[in-house]
Structures are given as C-alpha cells and as structure tokens.
C-alpha cells in the first residue's frame, strides 16, 4: 500500500504513484513487458517475481487510482466485469447481495446468469434512491451492498453516505461502480464506501482504445486487503502493461476532460428539455431530475451521460439514430468522441422485456455519451437529426 500525499486532485494525476525512471530518467513509467524477472538468489528480487502477481507499469497504475480515489489499495483488471467478479469471490456459496435496480447490463447479466449459478449467490435488486428499500431487503445472509450512482442508463443518484452507515452497522460490505462519474466527480471512499470499482474502459481511458479495470478499496481492512490481493493473482484477471501504461498517460488529462464533458453534457441536456421532439430528459445536473439536490451535494461535477424520451415510437427512434453524424452509433461511453446508443437494442439488450418496461428503458430511450467537440456543433447534429 502506497502512503498518500496531501496533493489536489489536478496535482495526482500527473504524478501519484510514479516517478522518473531510475535506470534512464525517463519522466513517463516505462512500459515493463516482461514476463519474469531476474533473482539474485532463491525467493530474492527486486520487488518482482512474475508479471500476474505485480508488474511494475501496472503498480503505478494501481497506486495511481488508489490514489485519485482517496483509498489504501488499487488493483488493475482486465475489464470492468473482470473487477466485479472478484468482489463478489470475496463471497461464500448461500451468501445475499442487494444490488441497485439499474445496473449497468453486464453486472446483472454477470450476476444472474454466472455468480448465481457457480457461487450460489443470491441477488435481490432495489430502488437504492430510497435507503429504506436496501433496509427492507437486508436479511441474515446479506454480505454486500452493490451500488451504482449514477446509474446505467436511467442515472439514478443513491445517497452513499446513509448506504455506507445502514452497512456499517449491520457489517455488511459496500461496492460502488463509479465508472460514470469517475473519481474527479465522485468518490464514493470519502462517503464511507469500502470497495470502489471502475470500467477504466470508460472515462479512466478515455480514448476509445483500451478494455480495462479498476478496483480501489478504502476500508483498513488487512485481511479484506490480503484477500483480494490473493484472488487478483489467483485468478489473474490483470491489466496488460501496455494498457496500464495507457492508462497512465489517459489519467494525466482526466481532469481537463471531465471539466469538458460536464459543461457540454449540461448545455446539451438543457437544449434537449427545450426541444419539441423530447418528452424527457435525464441529467442529474437539471433541476428537474429528482435527485438533484443530493447529486449536487454528493458530486463535483454530474458526468458526460444524458439520457431522453423522443416523442414517437421505435421506428422513429431508429430513424433518429442513424441520422447523426457527430455522435456515433455505438456503444460504450466516456471517450472523447460523442456517443448515441439504444439501452433497450444494445446495452442492455440482456434485460428481458418486462425488466426494462418496470425499470423505465423503453423503446424511444435514448443515451448519449457527451464527448469533447464543441458543444454548438452536437447540439446542431442533435437538432438536424431529429427534424
């Protein structure tokens, strides 16, 4: 574990957790490829045996965002999936998770349709907004909390202050996915979480060019620490060297990227809950989501995501999606680029119908990702492509 400095957050992460080249110089961490490292006697290194267990790119990646997210221990995964899963192996067979209703689909499709089958674990899924639904579901066998805030794709905003303290008292452990709001926007370890995690794919990265993942855990907890730590190399879902080195250098620029998806995302969302075409809006930063109060007070900044309703039905809504020129027709999100995807079609394709009508996803829900073009040129793509 990596000793913290009291620098600000623009200050981190250009610097946390690196430092020149001993051997060069080099300013930037070196890309360490290796897969092995040299002994100069039996059980006697350098800090390095083999690059699953610790590789020298990737520890600087790791106490990079241990740092950013204020916590004691980071660990590079190869995906955000891959960094889920090994929370939950911090679980026994018959234990009780309560996870919020809108997750991202992947986490649920990891959930229900893997962990429940070759872990036993059970999953009960709730409003979080409303803290007194996780009270109700809490049970003997509950062991885990999973929140998401902002939340995927309906951007529901949970209270991590009262989530943290119902756990503590009933010593249940909390996780956090804090892949939309990042640590510049978020972080959920100063409200009392004890687990966060990242898609690094997302606004870590930030470019649109890597699969990656991040878990930082702020509980000081040794043998929670030395658990994870055993099941990061056991199973040895771990970031490349190439990609930590990415991500890295992705990390030096996250603040001045995130100031920028902030303030375009919030004109965007403004323009859109004026347009005539438009019967809804979702943007934490309106005031007319309904937990704008508590993200104002919780967050930095309310994210790059903004999710709306077109007026009309599916096939007016995949006419406007293959209309816009700026915002490209994928999925995924937090790159510099400007996304648009279908939740219902794509992202969440593995909710079964009925999930998704309860939930709110409907067949004229759209999510945009709001990159870094100027803001009047998306604004004009939007506007073109809906008329």
Do not use: W
């Not at 872990?119 to 999973?146: L, P």
């Not at 055993?230 to 603040?255: C, E, M, Q």
């Amino acid at each position: 574990m990596r000793k913290k400095k009291n620098h600000h957050f623009e200050t981190k992460v250009i610097h946390a957790g690196q430092k020149s080249d001993p051997t060069t110089g080099a300013v930037m961490t070196p890309i360490v490829l290796a897969s092995t490292f040299e002994q100069s006697s039996p059980g006697v290194h350098k800090g390095y045996d083999y690059s699953r267990s610790i590789n020298p790119t990737r520890e600087a990646f790791e106490n990079c965002i241990a740092d950013l997210e204020n916590g004691l221990k980071g660990y590079g995964f190869s995906s955000g999936v891959a960094a889920i899963s090994a929370c939950v192996e911090l679980l026994s067979p018959g234990d009780h998770i309560i996870a919020m209703d809108d997750l991202y689909g992947g986490s649920v499709r990891l959930f229900n349709e893997i962990k429940s089958l070759s872990q036993g674990i059970e999953i009960s899924y709730v409003d979080m907004t409303d803290t007194n639904n996780i009270k109700n579901a809490i049970k003997a066998s509950t062991k885990m909390i999973f929140v998401e805030t902002p939340t995927n794709p309906l951007l529901k905003i949970a209270d991590l202050s009262k989530i943290a303290k119902l756990a503590m008292k009933e010593k249940i452990l909390t996780v956090c996915d804090n892949t939309f709001a990042s640590p510049f926007n978020q972080k959920p370890i100063n409200d009392g979480i004890d687990i966060v995690i990242h898609s690094a794919t997302k606004y870590l990265g930030g470019h649109s060019d890597l699969i990656a993942g991040a878990m930082v855990i702020g509980k000081n907890d040794k043998k929670l620490i030395n658990k994870m730590s055993n099941i990061h190399n056991s199973l040895g879902p771990i970031t490349s060297a190439f990609d930590s080195y990415l991500l890295l250098r992705s990390l030096k620029t996250l603040v001045v990227r995130m100031e920028r998806h902030n303030s375009n995302a919030l004109e965007l969302a403004k323009f859109l809950e004026k347009h005539n075409k438009v019967s809804k809006v979702i943007y934490p930063g309106l005031k007319s989501h309904p937990q704008h109060k508590l993200a104002s007070k919780q967050m930095h900044g309310f994210g790059g995501i903004v999710s709306f309703e077109l007026k009309g039905n599916l096939s007016k809504a995949k006419s406007f999606l293959r209309k816009t020129k700026l915002f490209t027709l994928a999925e995924s999100l937090g790159g510099v680029e400007s996304l648009i995807e279908h939740p219902a079609i794509m992202t969440h394709a593995s909710l079964d119908k009925k999930r998704r009508e309860k939930l709110g996803i409907s067949n004229t829900f759209i999510r945009l990702s709001v990159g870094l073009e100027n803001v009047k040129d998306l604004k004009k793509d939007i506007d073109e492509a809906l008329n």
